[in-house]
């Protein structure tokens, strides 16, 4: 049974600070006074006995018990509004999905999973929102997504999630057709280096594995002309330039096939990373997520089986 003590606005204060990592920023959002949200943690926290927030100079961090409560609160609180908004609406017919979506899967896996989840359910609505993998499970943790899909495994913010593994991706070395490197192998450390590089940002993991490479290659890491985790962006500016792009297999599978850009004969990483969807274990998925799961799923296994 829950502990009388504990209200709902204890629960969505603690949200709130937990996001904003900051009392003062999570009082304004919430409109009340720093000493009001001081009141509230601290009732909080003395109703689960347990220390929920580590205060420092930069903020406020979540302590081990902070995560645990994160991890199922969150969750609790949205399944909570979701129930409200259906009595309120219930004629509104569609079904959302929030789906976090890394860029390993933007390209290939996850328009070919819409496109199949929308040929047998037009009823599904889908917000997706894009980032790096910190972030997006960060929101899953808090229940503000369903689900989160791409390369995350060694992500640390993994931790209390549950991952699902769905098949391998690597990320690749490309350059624009006619690049002068595009002929030549092997290729060195000295010839890597004569050309920019588009890099995924850190403290990305993928921008650790490029990091890794460097190292293994011995010498100076090549210049970076540009950092970012947008597909369009590089895609357009790699094709401009001389520019190498790092970048998963799946994001230019359709320009390699095309020609509008060559593979390079270096291999980043001995094995490719993994590729899966995560959840929050503490939250049951929709009929909805679970038909989308379905077909990344489907589609995975038809891709493992071609490999």
Not at 95 to 101: E, H, I, Q, T
Request: aromatic share 4%; net charge neutral.
């Amino acid at each position: 049974m829950l502990d009388s003590r504990i209200k709902l606005r204890h629960l969505q204060a603690f949200l709130e600070v937990a996001k904003r990592q900051s009392f003062a920023r999570a009082a304004d959002s919430l409109a009340v006074t720093q000493p009001a949200m001081s009141k509230t943690i601290r009732e909080l926290e003395e109703a689960v006995a347990a220390a929920l927030f580590e205060r420092g100079p930069r903020g406020v961090t979540l302590t081990p018990a902070g995560l645990a409560l994160m991890r199922h609160a969150g969750p609790a609180l949205n399944a909570l509004q979701e129930g409200l908004a259906a009595v309120r609406q219930p004629a509104t017919g569609a079904a959302l999905v929030r789906l976090g979506a890394l860029s390993t899967v933007e390209e290939g896996l996850l328009p070919q999973a819409l496109e199949r989840l929308h040929a047998e359910s037009q009823e599904i609505r889908l917000q997706v929102l894009t980032g790096p993998s910190a972030y997006l499970l960060s929101q899953l943790s808090l229940g503000e997504l369903d689900l989160v899909v791409g390369r995350m495994s060694e992500a640390r913010e993994i931790r209390g999630l549950s991952f699902e593994h769905l098949y391998h991706e690597p990320l690749v070395l490309v350059a624009r057709a006619g690049h002068p490197l595009a002929a030549r192998t092997p290729l060195d450390a000295e010839a890597l280096g004569q050309y920019p590089w588009v890099v995924p940002p850190a403290p990305t993991t993928l921008r650790e594995q490029v990091e890794r490479f460097w190292v293994e290659q011995g010498g100076p890491p090549p210049p970076i002309t540009l950092e970012t985790l947008s597909l369009a962006l590089s895609r357009r500016y790699v094709q401009r330039t001389s520019a190498l792009w790092v970048a998963p297999l799946d994001a230019v599978r359709g320009d390699l096939d095309e020609g509008s850009l060559v593979r390079l004969t270096v291999d980043l990483e001995a094995h490719g990373g993994s590729v899966g969807l995560c959840v929050n274990a503490t939250r049951a998925l929709s009929p909805a997520a679970e038909r989308l799961c379905a077909q990344l799923r489907s589609l995975a296994s038809e891709r493992e089986s071609l490999t």
